[in-house]
C-alpha cells in the first residue's frame, strides 16, 4: 500500500491526513514491526518535518506507536483487554482500565421488535426493544462489533443518551435505577465474516471471540447482548483456589 496523496487545499489539517493515513497502513500491516522515521516520512509525503513530528505526537499519545528521544520510532504492541470470568463487568471499564480511551460509534439506535430475542428476554414476540448497535474502538482502533437489546418497558429512557464516549450499564442506573448483577454468558473462539473483518480491521486469519450474554437484575432478565471482540485484542481470565476450584462449562 502506498503512502495516500494529503490535501493541501482541504479544511483538513495536514497532519491529521497524514495520521489517518498512516494508521490506515498500519491496519494493513504494512510497515510490520518497524516504523519509519521522521525524515523518511517527510520525504516520502513531500511535507514538512514539524507536520510529521504533530502527527508522530498524536499517534504516541493513542499508543499506536513509541519513540524514545533520539530513536526510530516503534510500533507499539497493542494493549490486551482483559475480562474476569464469572463476574459482571463492563468492556467500557475494562478498555479504560487498559489505560487506552473508549469511544464507540453508534450505527443504529432505536425501538424495534424482535421475536428470537423477545423470547430470549421472557417477552411476547411483539414486545418492543432498545436496540443499540456500535463499533466500539479502545483509542483508536476497533475492538469489537456491540449489539445490545434491552425490554423498552424497562430501558425507553435510555433513548436520550449519547454512547459515543458512556457505558451502557452506567446509563442504565442513572436513567432508570437499574442495576444488573447477574446472568450467563457464552464465549466462542469463531473466525469472523468478511464483513467482520473489515469492521474491525482484523490481521488476515485472525480469530474473534463471539460473547452472547443474558444479563438479569434480580430475576427479571434485562439485556440480551450479542458481541464480537478481537481475538489479537482480548483475553479471558479466571482465579482459582485449592478451596473453590474454578470450572468451565462446556457449551
Known sequence: MAAGQLDRTGSVPLWRQLREDLLGRLGAGEFGEQFPGELALATEYGISRYTVRQALHQLRADGTVTAERGRQPRIAPPAEIRQPLGALYSLFASVEAAGLTQR????????????????????????????????????????????????????????????????????????????????????????????????????????????????????????????????????????????????????
Open 104 to 251: 464507540s460509534v453508534v450505527r443504529i439506535f432505536d425501538q424495534r421488535a424482535d421475536a428470537l430475542v423477545a423470547e430470549r428476554l421472557g417477552l411476547e414476540a411483539s414486545a418492543p426493544l432498545v436496540y443499540l448497535d456500535r463499533l466500539r474502538l479502545a483509542g483508536e482502533e476497533p475492538l469489537a462489533l456491540d449489539r445490545v437489546w434491552l425490554p423498552a418497558a424497562l430501558a425507553a429512557p435510555l433513548l436520550g443518551a449519547d454512547f459515543t464516549r458512556t457505558s451502557l450499564y452506567a446509563e442504565l442506573a442513572a436513567r432508570t435505577g437499574i442495576r444488573l448483577d447477574s446472568g450467563r454468558e457464552d464465549v466462542r473462539a469463531v473466525l469472523p465474516t468478511a464483513a467482520e473483518r473489515a469492521q474491525l480491521r482484523c490481521p488476515q486469519g485472525t480469530a474473534v471471540f463471539a460473547v452472547n450474554r443474558l444479563s438479569r437484575a434480580g430475576d427479571v432478565p434485562v439485556e440480551w447482548r450479542h458481541t464480537v471482540v478481537r481475538g489479537d485484542r482480548f483475553a479471558l481470565t479466571a482465579e482459582y483456589s485449592a478451596a473453590t476450584g474454578y470450572r468451565l462449562t462446556g457449551a
